[in-house]
């Protein structure tokens, strides 16, 4: 993870390399995907069911956890 | 014709961020810039993400994902394609929540959640309000103003609520 204003500051070829570094954001992704899996004790698919069903509610973990699964989906 | 939130080249997308962050730090408004960039696949997905501490123990937690949508040369042209605002008043209350749409059939545009901060905490009557049009999606820098003027409207109550549970 870097700072804007440290990125902003590079070379361009220093930034085509930090760029270029492997998806450190992903494994952070998968890990608060579990957290919630835990915390909530049931599976992703079973909160997207729920949510879809509007068994459970628009909350900030409901909406940042369906957003990670999407950006997750979306990087394969 | 690219809107409001249409794609820019990557460094001008950082530097619009760092650009309104600086003037936001230098209003005293905002005490730390905790927003990191980190890649999320490389040269094609990117993200923004990170608590702005404000003032009043206020705080703004932003997960933004950009989504590079076109090269020129080097020039990566980028979009958000995902995003939350999450605004809080210590850990008490909630302010504001700013959501892409979720595509799971519940809440699937673009919409904003206000809740009753000084009150019962619960959520307005007529929140979630939805953002159909561009314009009325705002951006980060945006999303700091109002809750800045938030902040100078209900700080003095804030303060005391927020006595009030310690």
Redesign the interface.
């Given at each position: 993870?870097?700072?804007?204003?440290a990125?902003?500051q590079m070379s361009?070829d220093a930034r085509?390399e930090?760029?270029?570094?492997?998806?450190?954001?992903?494994g952070?992704?998968r890990k608060k995907i579990a957290m919630f899996e835990r915390r909530y004790e049931m599976t992703s698919e079973e909160m997207?069911q729920s949510?879809?069903t509007?068994k459970m509610r628009?909350t900030?973990d409901t909406?940042?956890w369906?957003?990670l699964l999407?950006?997750v989906n979306?990087?394969g | 014709m690219s809107g409001k939130h249409g794609p820019v080249p990557l460094?001008k997308y950082?530097?619009i961020?760092?650009s309104a962050?600086a003037s936001h730090l230098k209003l005293g408004f905002v005490i730390d810039d905790g927003?990191?960039?980190?890649?999320?696949?490389?040269?094609?997905?990117?993200?923004?993400?990170g608590r702005i501490q404000c003032a009043g123990q206020l705080t703004l937690?932003v997960?933004k994902?950009l989504?590079v949508t076109g090269r020129e040369g080097?020039v990566?042209f980028v979009q958000t394609?995902?995003y939350?605002y999450?605004a809080q008043l210590g850990k008490v209350r909630?302010v504001f929540?700013y959501?892409?749409p979720?595509?799971?059939?519940?809440?699937d545009e673009h919409h904003v959640?206000r809740f009753d901060v000084l009150g019962s905490g619960k959520q307005l009557a007529d929140s979630?309000t939805f953002l159909i049009h561009e314009e009325e999606r705002p951006t980060l820098g945006e999303v700091i103003e109002e809750l800045h003027r938030w902040h100078d409207t209900h700080g003095d109550d804030a303060a005391r609520l927020l006595a009030s549970f310690d």
């Open positions: 993870m870097l700072k804007v204003s990125l902003l361009e085509d930090a760029l270029s570094k492997s998806n450190g954001a992903v952070e992704m997207r949510f879809a509007g628009d900030a909406s940042e369906l957003m999407r950006t979306r990087v | 460094e950082l530097n961020h760092q962050m927003v990191q960039f980190d890649v999320v696949r490389s040269h094609a997905v990117y993200q923004l993400a937690d997960r994902v989504e080097r990566q394609v995902e939350t999450h909630e929540r959501c892409g979720h595509e799971e059939g519940h809440n959640h979630p």
